[in-house]
């Protein structure tokens, strides 16, 4: 911990103009985080400051480095010019602030096609029209629904959006020294001390009786975080401007009901979640704003729910993110600079080293064209998309690797200002070129052949659920192939609608195994082996306890780019319906001659389209196009197999991707397979089983190999 106490955060006469914080506590903090209490000339220097500097985003020194950089760097001048547009369309606007809260963030879906909706024109005071982005559908708020207050949703954004335009208002006034910002930024909040206790708490059920603890400004604790955290920004940057009346009111009437009545009331889970790391930014930065020990004690030292236990037990040492979602890991990131920021202002040092290991995790998963796959409750995510947050990894962590992120990126998040790395790193090198590797902590084997964003890479998950995020999907992979996404995870919807678990949260929806149309049990699998050297790069690994009775293991081997071999173990008590399913980025061009299939109404199933089915115990091959590049499915025969070819969901339920299910109904089967990018398939002929193991020819074009496969072992022969 800091050692640094000069910077002084418990006692700041004439800053704050309240009673009740004396020295006792800033000793024994001092001494609880490990630093040396204050000395009597460090106190008496502090108590002689009339007006400190703003503590939480930037100091002193912090407000210079700002303006230099605007003055000197383009990336900096253009984020500024954009921050202070927004506050100069304030000033001449009247606060008026919304009636009530604001409704779910994930309940503004389509309710037809899972895509977020947009607001259209407005209808009256406080209403709006709704509009489906696929196809085009109109839908009306109704407030006495909750996945339907889709006005509320837009009241939501709008809280927030007020709360970041005091603190662009605050800003303004800062840099420029123009009274007219701070007035604003002074009748924001002092709108919001008029009306904040007379919000109604609310959760996403529309009651405070279930699911995570509601709030006044939103549906949860969490947007209650969000929208505090800006505001307390806010509030820091004007503070020479407020009255200690000003500051009291605040204090009494937002920030303390805010943390007694909604964010101090439940810890989140065990206390280790992406949204507690916000809660504890927001209780952080309340306690450094008013001098109020005990807030900042519960936010960064707490032992159940506190900043360091979060970043101890929620960041494994390979450095991802528990929840094994890239959108969670990112969005945890974004909640800790807040508080770590304004600690390091303070004289607290929380760049701690599982924090910089969150930087780096998502440099070692990226793939060729560094983009994050869709783990879970997340959307693909390049890297690119994330340059705000490596404005922070740039600034407060000796590592060039994250300078190389926010170059040639579009460097416009107001991370930028508070922190933005200086000088401007030089033009964005090349990717480097992948390499096979394997992190067991977090259950991924990436497969890798190739050089540059063309290389093909496979990625196979196999490590622990992840919580309340994780998706039934042990053994499933997704990959990149030719410079584009090939076999794919569809991520997640927003949660406000039927699909997100009637699809996104089922086996089907995954590259993987489902036994008697049935997703698999939450599971943590393990790599049974893993191998770089040779022929060819491949793993083995098992799914672990995904339903009673079951054994699920999975061969994935790396031949050549653009070819990948598949091995798919399954052993049952009993014979069992197993379907294997595979989707596919693309086009179908070409599937067997069929009949039509009706799908089951259950959850996965019911969502296929245009179904046909086959069954035969011939070799198959099944072709799709993307982007002018083919891609191929081959099966090997010999086993009667039934084939369903179909549509399955994307990025939305209009979004149709080919789907292919391999179905058999047997206690022990292998089925053996491939994919291969590009002109022509390959083929693939299996000798009969000798004790368990497999000879498998693979045939390409010219090429040619032997493989022998079992249980533990792999071995190629190029022929």
């Not at 916000?278 to 506190?306: M, T, V, Y």
């Not at 927003?494 to 590259?511: C, E, M, Q």
Request: proline share 7%.
């Amino acid at each position: 911990m800091a050692d640094a106490w000069g910077a002084g955060w418990l006692l700041r006469a004439g800053r704050v103009g309240l009673a009740g914080h004396g020295v006792a506590p800033a000793v024994s903090m001092g001494l609880r985080f490990g630093g040396r209490p204050p000395t009597r000339t460090w106190l008496e220097d502090l108590v002689g400051m009339a007006i400190s500097p703003p503590r939480l985003l930037l100091g002193a020194a912090g407000l210079s480095d700002l303006q230099r950089r605007i003055d000197e760097h383009a990336w900096a001048a253009d984020v500024w010019r954009g921050v202070r547009r927004a506050a100069d369309a304030r000033l001449s606007e009247p606060v008026e602030l919304p009636p009530r809260g604001g409704a779910w963030f994930h309940a503004y879906t389509s309710p037809e096609h899972g895509a977020p909706l947009k607001t259209g024109r407005r209808l009256g005071p406080w209403q709006w029209e709704h509009r489906c982005p696929v196809s085009g559908q109109v839908y009306l708020g109704d407030p006495s629904t909750p996945l339907k207050d889709y006005d509320g949703c837009v009241i939501r954004g709008l809280h927030q959006t007020w709360s970041e335009d005091a603190r662009s208002l605050a800003l303004a006034w800062r840099v420029t020294g123009d009274e007219g910002y701070a007035d604003k930024a002074r009748e924001v909040l002092l709108a919001y001390v008029k009306v904040y206790r007379g919000y109604p708490i609310h959760n996403n059920d529309g009651d405070t009786t279930r699911g995570l603890t509601g709030g006044h400004i939103g549906s949860q604790n969490l947007c209650e975080s969000t929208w505090l955290i800006r505001l307390l920004q806010a509030a820091d940057l004007v503070w020479p401007a407020l009255s200690d009346g000003h500051r009291a009111a605040i204090l009494d009437q937002i920030v303390k009901p805010a943390l007694d009545e909604v964010i101090l009331v439940q810890r989140v889970g065990d206390g280790v979640h992406n949204i507690q790391c916000w809660l504890n930014s927001a209780i952080g930065l309340a306690g450094f704003l008013f001098d109020e020990a005990s807030w900042i004690e519960r936010a960064i030292d707490d032992p159940q729910s506190g900043f360091h236990r979060n970043l101890a037990e929620g960041v494994r040492d390979d450095g991802m993110w528990w929840e094994g979602a890239w959108s969670y890991h990112f969005y945890t990131l974004s909640s800790l600079w807040p508080l770590a920021e304004a600690a390091r202002l303070n004289g607290v040092d929380l760049y701690t080293e599982p924090y910089r290991r969150m930087f780096a995790a998502p440099l070692e998963l990226a793939g060729p064209t560094r983009v994050l796959p869709a783990f879970n409750d997340s959307r693909r995510v390049p890297l690119a998309s994330q340059a705000a947050e490596f404005e922070v990894a740039a600034a407060r962590f000796d590592d060039p690797r994250f300078a190389q992120i926010i170059a040639g990126a579009d460097r416009g998040g107001e991370t930028v200002l508070w922190m933005g790395a200086d000088p401007a790193p030089g033009d964005a090198p090349e990717p480097p070129d992948q390499v096979s590797r394997n992190l067991p902590l977090s259950g991924y084997a990436v497969l890798t052949r190739g050089r540059g964003v063309g290389a093909t890479w496979l990625c196979l998950k196999y490590g622990p659920h992840g919580g309340g995020h994780g998706h039934p999907d042990k053994l499933s992979f997704v990959l990149f192939a030719a410079g584009r996404e090939v076999a794919v995870d569809p991520g997640t919807c927003r949660y406000g609608v039927p699909l997100h678990s009637g699809w996104y949260k089922t086996s089907l929806a995954h590259n993987t195994l489902i036994v008697d149309e049935q997703s698999q049990e939450p599971a943590e699998g393990r790599c049974l082996v893993f191998e770089t050297s040779g022929d060819m790069d491949y793993v083995i690994a098992d799914a672990g306890p995904i339903g009673e009775g079951v054994r699920f293991q999975r061969t994935a081997a790396l031949l050549d780019e653009g070819l990948v071999v598949l091995i798919d173990r399954v052993r049952c008590d009993h014979p069992r319906q197993l379907d294997l399913a595979y989707h596919q980025r693309g086009v179908w061009r070409q599937r067997p001659d069929a009949a039509p299939w009706s799908a089951p109404d259950t959850p996965g199933y019911r969502y296929l389209q245009d179904a046909e089915t086959v069954t035969a115990d011939q070799p198959a091959v099944l072709g799709a196009v993307h982007e002018d590049t083919p891609a191929w499915v081959t099966l090997a025969g010999g086993v009667s197999t039934t084939l369903i070819t179909a549509t399955g969901v994307g990025d939305h339920a209009g979004d149709r991707l080919p789907t292919v299910l391999f179905r058999r109904r047997a206690a022990e089967t292998d089925f053996v397979w491939c994919i291969s990018v590009g002109a022509d398939p390959a083929s693939l002929a299996v000798a009969p089983a000798e004790a368990d193991r497999l000879s498998i020819e693979v045939r390409r074009g010219e090429r040619r190999w032997a493989l022998s496969s079992s249980n533990d072992e792999l071995s190629c022969q190029p022929l």
